[in-house]
């Protein structure tokens, strides 16, 4: 779930994710994307406490994907799905949480944070400005409920 948020990554991204795309080694730690809707593959930054569990994880595998299951198959974008649902639901989470959730979230966190529209259009790796704009959208309702909250 911390790859899938951390990432901005769709679902069927992460799934198809293997050793090989793990550049954690760089400075920042980084992820490629190769797999992605539309053709629009691109490397993503990653937390280096991140890149220290996904090498502890790995324990120096380099073969498979990244996440795999007990018979060394990709997850499907199936079980993903249940496995946020239940981790949501063992939070206690009553929102319906979904993976692209989980995207949108990051999302708005990264414009909260005062990260500019183009880069984070780049981190989710949009085609079109227009897409990323909907989380800007987002950002700025949370923003005026926010204030109200703040000020109270």
Do not use: C, W
């Amino acid at each position: 779930m911390k790859t899938l948020f951390y990432t901005g990554a769709r679902v069927s991204e992460l799934v198809n994710l293997t050793p090989g795309d793990l550049h954690l080694n760089l400075e920042p730690p980084q992820i490629r994307i190769a797999v992605a809707k539309g053709g629009s593959d691109g490397y993503v930054p990653v937390l280096p406490a991140l890149a220290q569990e996904l090498r502890t994880y790995l324990g120096g595998r380099a073969v498979g994907y990244l996440f795999e299951s007990n018979r060394h198959d990709a997850y499907t974008p199936r079980m993903v799905q249940k496995i946020v649902k239940e981790a949501a639901r063992a939070a206690g989470i009553d929102k319906q949480v979904t993976p692209h959730r989980l995207r949108a979230s990051v999302a708005t966190i990264l414009l909260d944070a005062g990260m500019p529209l183009d880069q984070v259009q780049r981190f989710l790796r949009h085609k079109r400005i227009a897409t990323t704009q909907i989380y800007a959208e987002t950002s700025v309702r949370n923003m005026g409920e926010s204030y109200l909250k703040a000020l109270k």
